[in-house]
C-alpha cells in the first residue's frame, strides 16, 4: 500500500484552477474524475467549459496532429509547442504533459530536467510518463522536484513494440498480478494518479480498490476512479484505425468534410463569397478611383 502522498504541483496554482489533492478527495467520495485529451487552445477552451478535471496534451498528438505511424517520434520541443496552446486556454481543468519517448528514460537527471521544461516553458501542471520498474526511479526524482508525476501502466504506446503490438496488457494471472504490484509501486513511488490502459476490468477494479490515489482508465473498464478518452477519437475525427474501448461521441470529420467540399463547389461555382461577405466603398471614391485608374492607364 501507499507510504507516499500524492505530490503538490510545484508553484502557487492559478486562480480557478481545480486544486491537485481534490483528486484524492473525489476519489474518496467515490465521484467519477473526466479526463480527455486536447493539443491546442480550441479543443482546451471546450474542454474546460464542458467541466472536465483533467486535460492530458498527450503524446498520441504524434499519431493524431502530426501523421506519425506511432507515438514514438514526436519530441519534446513539440510537445511544448502544443503544450502552451493548451495551457493558455485550459482555466480550471489540470493539464498533463506528456513526457515523449527519449526525455527521460536515460537518467532521473533527464527526467527531471524534462519535467522542468514540460512546467516551466508549456505551462503543464503536472506531467505524465510510461512504465513502472526502472521508471519508478525517474517519478521520484520528479516528484522531489515537487512536480506531480501522473504514472501510464497496461498498454504503454511508447513500448508497444516491445509489448508485442497495440494490445491488451494484465491478461494472465501472472501479468496481472505484476500490472497490480507495478501500480502500487508507482503509487509509493509518488504519482498522484495512474492511467490503466487496455487491462482487463476486473483486473482494473482490484488495483483502482487497492490504490489510495485515483486510477484513470481507458480500455480498463468502468470500475476505474476516472477515464480518459483521445480527443480525435471521441469526436470521431482520427482517420486510423480506432481501439476496441473506443466510443466515438460524433461524427466531426464527416461534418468537416462536408463542409470543406461544399466551400469548394461554392468557390467553383462563384457562389462564394456573396455581396454580404464584402466590402462597400463609397460610390464617389470609387468614381475617383476609376478616374485615378483610367490616368494612370493612358500615361
Ligand atoms: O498520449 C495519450 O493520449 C495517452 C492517453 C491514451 C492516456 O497517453
Redesign the pocket.
Known sequence: MSTRPGTPAPATPAPGKLPLPELLEMKARGDKIVMI?AYDAPAARLADAAGVELI?V???AAMVMLGHES?VPVTLDEMIFLTKAVTRAARRPLVIG?MPFGTYEISDEQAVGSAIRMVKEGGADVVKLEGAGRMLSRVRAIADSNIGVMG?IGLTPQSATKLGGFKAQGRSADAALKLYEDALALQDAGCFAV?L?AVPAPVAARVSEALRVPTIG?GAGARCDGQ?L?WHDLLGLYAGRTPRFVKRYAEVATVIGDAVAAYAADVRSGAFPEERHTYSIPEDELALFEQALAEVRSI
Do not use: K, M, Q
Open positions: 485529451t492530458l498527450g503524446d498520441t507515438t506528456d501510464h492511467v490502459e481507458i480518459v483521445v
